[in-house]
């Protein structure tokens, strides 16, 4: 599970699938998305886009859990960056 951006800048959560002709392939679990609801709030922060069907462990719900709660209490699925850094940490 890696955390990546758009061209757009909406942050995505890649995760590899584990069965089917696309097995290993990566694919879009949770997505930021360019709704703005009620027109309060940023891009991004008001919904987020959830893929197809993707097997997870429970190893790996913990990992998509941390990123969803981050997005619920910033309002982004990205980490913030550190002061002075190009670049924010994971």
């Given at each position: 599970?890696?955390?990546?951006?758009?061209?757009?800048?909406?942050h995505?959560?890649?995760?590899?699938?584990?069965s089917g002709?696309?097995?290993?392939e990566?694919?879009?679990l949770v997505s930021e998305s360019s709704?703005?609801?009620?027109?309060k709030g940023k891009p991004g922060s008001r919904c987020l886009w959830v893929?197809?069907?993707?097997?997870?462990?429970?190893?790996?719900?913990?990992?998509?859990e941390r990123y969803?709660?981050?997005?619920?209490t910033t309002g982004t699925l990205a980490p913030r960056k550190r002061k002075g850094e190009p670049h924010a940490e994971e």
């Open positions: 599970m890696r955390l990546t951006q758009s061209d757009r800048g909406f995505f959560v890649m995760h590899p699938l584990y002709e696309r097995q290993g990566e694919e879009r709704c703005v609801g009620d027109g893929g197809d069907n993707h097997h997870l462990s429970r190893d790996e719900v913990r990992q998509l969803i709660h981050r997005w619920l």
